[in-house]
C-alpha cells in the first residue's frame, strides 16, 4: 500500500514557475515509478512525466521543455518543477504510482490545484 500527497500547488502568473510535490509513504514507495497527471474542467485526465525508482523519466511529448520530474529518494518525494507557465496549464495536478511500467497506476494522491493568470 502506497499513500501519496501532493503540495505546492497555487496561482501563479503567466510566465512564474511552481514546484509541485509528491510525497509517497508506504512499504517500498521509494520502487516505485511515479507519475504526474493533470486534469483541466471539462477535459481528460492527460499524462504529464513519469519518474522510475532509479531516476529514468519519460515525457509526454508536448510536455517537454518547461517540465521536469525529479525525486530524492530519501525523502520519499517526486517533484515536477513546471517553468514559464501559461494560462493553458490551469488544472488539477495528480501524482500516481505503480509498480512497473508493465502495470497500470494504481496510487493515486488527492491532486493539487495549480491556477495560472494571464
Known amino acids: 500500500q502506497v499513500q501519496l500527497v501532493e503540495s505546492g500547488g497555487g496561482l501563479v502568473q503567466a510566465g512564474g514557475s511552481l514546484r509541485l510535490a509528491c510525497a509517497a509513504s508506504g512499504s517500498s514507495s521509494s520502487n516505485y515509478f511515479v507519475g504526474w497527471f493533470r486534469q483541466a474542467p471539462g477535459k481528460e485526465r492527460d499524462f504529464i512525466a513519469r519518474?522510475?525508482?532509479?531516476?529514468?523519466?519519460t515525457y509526454a511529448d508536448s510536455m517537454t521543455g518547461r517540465f521536469t520530474i525529479s525525486r530524492d529518494n530519501a525523502k520519499n518525494t517526486v517533484y515536477l518543477q513546471m517553468n514559464s507557465l501559461k494560462p493553458e496549464d490551469t488544472a488539477v495536478y495528480y501524482c500516481?504510482?505503480?509498480?512497473?511500467?508493465?502495470?497500470?497506476?494504481?496510487?493515486w494522491g488527492q491532486g493539487t490545484q495549480v491556477t495560472v493568470s494571464s
Open positions: 519518474i522510475s525508482g532509479s531516476g529514468g523519466t
Open positions: 500516481a504510482a505503480k509498480i512497473s511500467d508493465k502495470h497500470k497506476y494504481k496510487y
